[in-house]
């Protein structure tokens, strides 16, 4: 044996992720996929990389030094058992299988949890930031056993982006078994939440306030020199600009306005809806995605009353300020809600999340990187048992310097007739969170007017009920 770590899946995130892994000080790298002719080229392609081909999962096996380490990038889901499978089968214990696919968190708990009863370890990691990536460094969330990370660890910053601020690699041990795909998963569902606030602040500055496309380009190349810096600013600054070759139109222009999805955000709200923890902002996003994508459901409403006209507004320049307020705070809320579904998930299952290393690992490498990742670190570093991120000095701040822009932009978004459930329900979730009471009062009096489901009072302790249909007299049912 030769090689210190295999690929197994070379398609083009394997390809990539082996020739990174290639390109590093120390490495040797076994590479095998199902179809030889994917390795072959591969080889062929990058005789630089020193690659050892094999051409069966045995030949592979044998290539590796022990403890074997391999990485799988195939296929979520079926195609990923499949290679476990036949690993497990050609592995010793001792032997790590890393699958740096986009799993689902639950099949990375189950998958863990059969590999270590056969004496094998199994790490579940997230990579991020797509085929550039994988090739010149992605961000990396692995889960797993902390004895696999003294192995995995090494290999993985070799081959990890490194932050610019202070040039750590962006990988962390996140946790143990599904935690490292867990923390993917929000990272994409963050990275929904995130671009449904850009194409609302596009929305409004277009629709709202008329500017032409080139123009809000160069306000959010503005925008990317501020505390908005960010990969998704810059690059939607990029995609403005550009003009279509074919029409000469602005090219946002002549694509079809239908969002498509892979399932991330849709995952990451449905884990939150089972821990019971309100990521709003997130959720809108996803169902945005889905409203766009319903022509039919679209057309049937085209007709549907609205204001008459655009609104005039008095001052541009203080509107396309009171947007991008809007839009900061808002992702606050989302970056806030993402952190508050990773904090539920570490207790439920168990995981010790380091919530100020998560966002550092996201400072570079994948798509949510931005500046602002770094004043989460510092806000969870200052304090970790932070229960909700807004809260923190730094961004209660900031929120509470936006929020007068904020209301305005909503308001002004409804009285235009532009939708924006991002906004609106970000502001509406910082109400409820400052609200010194909710009208849950009046929801816990319903539910036992109907359904005899009980409620407690402010002034002292215990359960009650009222005989709503009889005298309405209060008796005590429980502590
Ligand atoms: P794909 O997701 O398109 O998968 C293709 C690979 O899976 C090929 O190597 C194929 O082998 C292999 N495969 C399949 Br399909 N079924 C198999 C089976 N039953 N047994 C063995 N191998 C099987 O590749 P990708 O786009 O490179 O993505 C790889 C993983 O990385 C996925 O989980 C993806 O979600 C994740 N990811 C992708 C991106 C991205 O930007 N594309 C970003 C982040 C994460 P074959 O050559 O023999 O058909």
């Not at 069966?56 to 799988?72: E, G």
Request: proline share 5%; charged share 20%.
């Amino acid at each position: 044996p030769s090689a210190n770590v295999g690929v197994v899946g070379l398609a083009v995130m394997g390809a990539n992720l082996a020739r990174n892994l290639a390109s590093r000080e120390g490495n040797r790298v076994a590479v095998y996929n199902r179809s030889p002719e994917r390795t072959r080229t591969l080889v062929s392609a990058h005789p630089e990389a020193g690659f050892v081909a094999t051409e069966s999962v045995a030949d592979f096996a044998a290539a590796l030094t022990r403890p074997r380490t391999a990485i799988i990038m195939v296929q979520a889901g079926k195609a990923t058992d499949a290679v476990i499978s036949e690993l497990a089968d050609a592995f010793e214990p001792g032997d790590i299988i890393i699958d740096g696919g986009n799993a689902q968190y639950t099949d990375t708990i189950r998958r863990e949890l059969e590999l270590r009863q056969r004496g094998l370890h199994f790490v579940g990691a997230g990579i991020s930031g797509g085929e550039e990536g994988a090739l010149n460094g992605p961000s990396i969330m692995p889960g797993g056993s902390a004895e696999s990370y003294e192995t995995v660890g090494p290999i993985f910053r070799s081959i990890a982006a490194r932050a610019e601020e202070d040039g750590e690699p962006c990988v962390t041990h996140v946790g143990t078994d599904g935690a490292g795909h867990f923390v993917k998963m929000v990272h994409n569902g963050i990275e929904y939440a995130d671009m449904q606030l850009i194409a609302e602040a596009f929305d409004l500055l277009r629709r709202g306030a008329g500017f032409e496309p080139a123009e809000i380009a160069e306000i959010f190349a503005e925008w990317n020199t501020g505390e908005l810096e960010s990969y998704l600013i810059e690059i939607t600054a990029e995609v403005l600009r550009q003009v279509d070759a074919r029409t000469g139109r602005p090219f946002v222009d002549v694509v079809l306005d239908q969002a498509g999805q892979k399932g991330t955000g849709t995952w990451t709200v449905q884990a939150a809806l089972s821990l019971g923890t309100p990521i709003s902002g997130i959720a809108e996003a996803v169902f945005a995605r889905g409203l766009s994508s319903h022509p039919e459901q679209r057309l049937a409403g085209a007709h549907l009353e609205g204001p008459g006209s655009p609104i005039a507004l008095e001052d541009r320049d203080a509107f396309v300020e009171d947007v991008r307020q809007a839009l900061y705070a808002s992702k606050i809320i989302a970056y806030s809600q993402g952190f508050d579904v990773i904090r539920t998930a570490a207790s439920q299952y168990g995981w010790h999340i380091d919530s100020g290393a998560v966002a550092k690992i996201w400072r570079a490498g994948c798509i949510i990187r931005a500046r602002f990742l770094g004043r989460i670190a510092e806000a969870y570093q200052a304090d970790p048992s932070l229960v909700s991120l807004v809260t923190a000095p730094f961004f209660s701040e900031a929120a509470g310097r936006a929020q007068q822009a904020w209301r305005r932009v909503v308001s002004t978004a409804a009285l235009s007739g532009v939708p924006a459930p991002g906004f609106s329900s970000s502001l509406a979730y910082y109400d409820a969170l400052r609200a010194p009471r909710l009208p849950a009062s009046l929801i816990q009096a319903q539910r036992d007017f109907f359904g005899a489901h009980t409620y407690r009072r402010i002034d002292g302790p215990g359960v009650f009920h009222t005989e709503w249909s009889g005298d309405r007299s209060e008796t005590q049912t429980g502590e």
